[in-house]
T-cell receptor
Framework: DTAVSQTPKYLVTQMGNDKSIKCEQN?????MYWYKQDSKKFLKIMFS???????INETVPNRFSPKSPDKAHLNLHINSLELGDSAVYFC????????????FGPGTRLTVT | KQEVTQIPAALSVPEGENLVLNCSFT??????LQWFRQDPGKGLTSLLL?????REQTSGRLNASLDKSSGRSTLYIAASQPGDSATYLC???????????FGEGTQLTVNP
């Protein structure tokens, strides 16, 4: 009965590779997010989708491309990985149209070597 | 630009103590404020959400207050236990369905 799930949990890869992280929520929420937590544990928004439409796109390199095939899924594809991309990436979801809680996934720890 | 600050950065207390964690934000026009708990190597667990029209929310031993005009929130933990040890994060949003802006967290250690 996992609410927000992410795969993989850990991802170790070399510089220059392309990788994807998948996120799924079974809460029936309309809005999904990607956050990045850096080595100093600071969490920052990257993207937000509402009903498969991009609504927030922070100043993120265009090597990062989110894709939402349906409102229950929001995947993150990263091209040409760099050392600085190493971080924990969290997916979250919430209902739309009100002051609703955001629910977070367990995170994906990406290590670029 | 909204900025969120949490004080203290770290706190160590003996078991049984009541404690207060502080959160301040620069733009008082928030939509809601959410307190989270993060255990090492884990995701975020939502503890309490306070809507902008509310002054406080309670859940068990936790009580969160909100003073929008002064840009402050506090999380009160009563009768702390070792299991409360974690990093506590405060986050605010400006509109419905919008990004959360996080503070850097308070790392709490409750010693048996």
């Amino acid at each position: 009965d996992t609410a927000v799930s992410q795969t993989p949990k850990y991802l170790v890869t070399q510089m220059g590779n392309d990788k994807s992280i998948k996120c799924e929520q079974n809460l029936g929420h309309d809005t999904m997010y990607w956050y990045k937590q850096d080595s100093k544990k600071f969490l920052k928004i990257m993207f937000s989708y509402n009903n498969k439409e991009l609504i927030i796109n922070e100043t993120v390199p265009n090597r990062f491309s989110p894709k939402s095939p349906d409102k229950a899924h929001l995947n993150l594809h990263i091209n040409s990985l760099e050392l600085g991309d190493s971080a924990v990436y969290f997916c979250a979801s919430s209902r739309a149209g009100g002051p609703y809680e955001q629910y977070f996934g367990p995170g994906t720890r990406l290590t670029v070597t | 630009k909204q900025e969120v600050t949490q004080i203290p950065a770290a706190l160590s207390v003996p078991e049984g103590e009541n404690l207060v964690l502080n959160c301040s934000f620069t733009d008082s026009a928030i939509y809601n404020l959410q307190w989270f708990r993060q255990d090492p190597g884990k995701g975020l667990t939502s503890l309490l959400l306070i809507q902008s029209s509310q002054r406080e929310q309670t859940s068990g031993r936790l009580n969160a207050s909100l003073d929008k005009s002064s840009g402050r929130s506090t999380l009160y933990i009563a009768a702390s236990q070792p299991g409360d040890s974690a990093t506590y994060l405060c986050a605010v949003s400006l509109t419905s369905g919008s990004r959360l802006t996080f503070g850097e967290g308070t790392q709490l250690t409750v010693n048996p």
